[in-house]
C-alpha cells in the first residue's frame, strides 16, 4: 500500500509540542515530510540539535506513524533549525479580555492613591464586577500590604508555550504588583528605563483572564513610567487623588497637564478629593477642614474636570490599611459608603461615556 504525504501530516497534527501547547506542524518543529510507497522520511526541526524535547517528540512521531502503517519503514531526522515560534510579537495580549483599564494617579505622594485604588477595586468587587489590581507604584508599592497579602508569591506558568504569571487573589480580585517579584531595595534601584521595562513585562505576561475593570496605581507625579505605561495600552480613563491642600493641588495641575498632553491624550474620569475633612466622633456633625475647604472642587471647575467625591479624613481608614482590610468592607461605615458611592461615579462615568 502506497503512503501518501498528507496521511502523514494529519497523523502528526496529534503530536503536540508540550511547551508551545501546539502541534509540531503549527509549533514549526517538522521542516519536511516525504513519502514513497512505504517508505517514510521525516525531518524534525529544533533550535539546538540537544534540545531536552528532540527525543520524546521523535519517539511520538515514530509510535504515530508505525501504529498506523505497520509495515513502515521510517526514517526520522532531527536537525538543528530556526524555530519562530518563541517570537516575542507573537506573545498573547494577556489584556485582551479586559474590558475597562482605570489608572489612579495623583500629583504628590501619600495623598491616599493608593487607599482609594484599593477601595475601588474591592467596590467593584462587591458590586458583581471581575476586577484586576496592578500596582505599579514600582518604587513604593503598597497594595500588598492594603491587602495583608504581603510575602506572597505568584506562580510563573506557562500558557501556549509563553511566560504567564498567576495574579494573588484576595477578595476576588486578582492582585499584581511589583512588589511580590522583587525586594523593595532592588527597585529602589532601578533606573527608569529597566522599572518602564519591568512594568510592561508584568503587564504583559500576568494572567488577567477575563475582567471588567483593571485598576492600575500609579507612582506619584508624572514620570517616564506613566509615559510608558500609558502608551502601551488602552486606558478608559483616569482617577486623580488628591487632597485639598495647595501643594498637593498644585502636582496635581502638572499631572492633569501630561494626561492632556497630545502625545497621551488619556481621559481624565475626574478627581477625588481625599482627606477632605475631619468629623471627630463625639460631634458627628461637625467637619474640620483640615488641609483647606473644597480645593479639589477649586481646581475640578477651573481644568473642567468632574469632582468623583470626598473621602473624610478617618483613623478608621488608616487602621483598616495597616490591616489588610480595605475601609469599603464595612459598607455601615461613613468611609465605606463613601469610598462606594465614589465606585458607582466611576462605573456611572465609564458605563455612559461621561467623560
Ligand atoms: P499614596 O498612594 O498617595 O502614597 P497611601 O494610600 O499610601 O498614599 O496613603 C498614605 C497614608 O495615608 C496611609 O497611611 C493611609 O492609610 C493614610 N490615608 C489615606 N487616606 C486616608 C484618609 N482618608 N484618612 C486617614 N488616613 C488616610
Known amino acids: 500500500?502506497?503512503?501518501?504525504?498528507?496521511?502523514?501530516?494529519?497523523?502528526?497534527?496529534q503530536v503536540?509540542?508540550?511547551?508551545?501547547?501546539?502541534?509540531?506542524?503549527?509549533a514549526e518543529i517538522l521542516k519536511e515530510v516525504t513519502t514513497s510507497q512505504n517508505n517514510v522520511h521525516i525531518v524534525l526541526g529544533f533550535k539546538r540539535k540537544n534540545d531536552p524535547l528532540s527525543?520524546?517528540?521523535?519517539?511520538?512521531?515514530?509510535?504515530?506513524?508505525?501504529?498506523?502503517?505497520?509495515?513502515?519503514?521510517?526514517?526520522?531526522?532531527?536537525?538543528?533549525?530556526?524555530?519562530?515560534?518563541?517570537?516575542?510579537?507573537?506573545?498573547?495580549?494577556?489584556?485582551?479580555n479586559v474590558k475597562h483599564i482605570i489608572v489612579v494617579a495623583s500629583g504628590k505622594g501619600g495623598v491616599g492613591k493608593s487607599t482609594v485604588a484599593a477601595n475601588i477595586a474591592v467596590a467593584f468587587s462587591l458590586n458583581g464586577k471581575k476586577v484586576g489590581l496592578l500596582d505599579a507604584d514600582i518604587f513604593g508599592p503598597s497594595v500588598p500590604k492594603l491587602f495583608g497579602v504581603e510575602g506572597s508569591k505568584p506562580v510563573a506558568t506557562k500558557i501556549g508555550g509563553f511566560d504567564a504569571i498567576e495574579p494573588i487573589e484576595k477578595f476576588g480580585i486578582k492582585i499584581m504588583s511589583i512588589g511580590f517579584l522583587v525586594a523593595p531595595e532592588t527597585a529602589l534601584l532601578w533606573r527608569g528605563p529597566i522599572a518602564s521595562s519591568a512594568l510592561k513585562q508584568i503587564i504583559q505576561e500576568t494572567n488577567w483572564g477575563d475582567l471588567d475593570y483593571l485598576i492600575v496605581d500609579t507612582p506619584p507625579g508624572t514620570s517616564d513610567i506613566h509615559l510608558t505605561l500609558l502608551?502601551?495600552?488602552?486606558?478608559?480613563?483616569v482617577v486623580v487623588v488628591s487632597t485639598p491642600q495647595q501643594v498637593a493641588l498644585a502636582d496635581v495641575t502638572k499631572a492633569v497637564e501630561m494626561f492632556r498632553n497630545e502625545k497621551l491624550n488619556v481621559p481624565i474620569l475626574g478627581i477625588v478629593e481625599n482627606m477632605a475633612w475631619f468629623t471627630p466622633p463625639e460631634l458627628p456633625?461637625?467637619?474640620?477642614?483640615?488641609?483647606?475647604?473644597?480645593?479639589?472642587?477649586?481646581?475640578?471647575?477651573?481644568?473642567?474636570?468632574?469632582?468623583?467625591?470626598q473621602i473624610p479624613i478617618s483613623e478608621s481608614i488608616c487602621e483598616n490599611s495597616d490591616k489588610g482590610n480595605p475601609s469599603v468592607l464595612n459598607l455601615s461605615?461613613?468611609?465605606?459608603?463613601?469610598?462606594?458611592?465614589?465606585?458607582?461615579?466611576?462605573?456611572?462615568?465609564?458605563?455612559?461615556?461621561?467623560?
Do not use: W
Open 1 to 13: 500500500m502506497e503512503i501518501e504525504k498528507g496521511q502523514i501530516i494529519e497523523l502528526l497534527k
Open 16 to 26: 503536540i509540542h508540550p511547551e508551545y501547547g501546539k502541534n509540531i506542524i503549527d
Open 55 to 96: 527525543d520524546s517528540l521523535r519517539i511520538t512521531c515514530e509510535n504515530k506513524i508505525k501504529n498506523a502503517f505497520p509495515n513502515v519503514v521510517l526514517i526520522i531526522d532531527v536537525i538543528e533549525a530556526m524555530v519562530h515560534t518563541l517570537k516575542k510579537e507573537e506573545a498573547p495580549n494577556r489584556l485582551a
Open 231 to 237: 502608551q502601551s495600552i488602552t486606558i478608559a480613563g
Open 285 to 309: 456633625d461637625k467637619k474640620y477642614y483640615i488641609f483647606g475647604k473644597n480645593g479639589c472642587a477649586a481646581l475640578a471647575e477651573k481644568y473642567h474636570i468632574f469632582l468623583l467625591g
Open 333 to 355: 461605615s461613613i468611609e465605606g459608603k463613601a469610598f462606594a458611592e465614589l465606585a458607582l461615579k466611576i462605573e456611572d462615568k465609564i458605563n455612559n461615556n461621561l467623560i
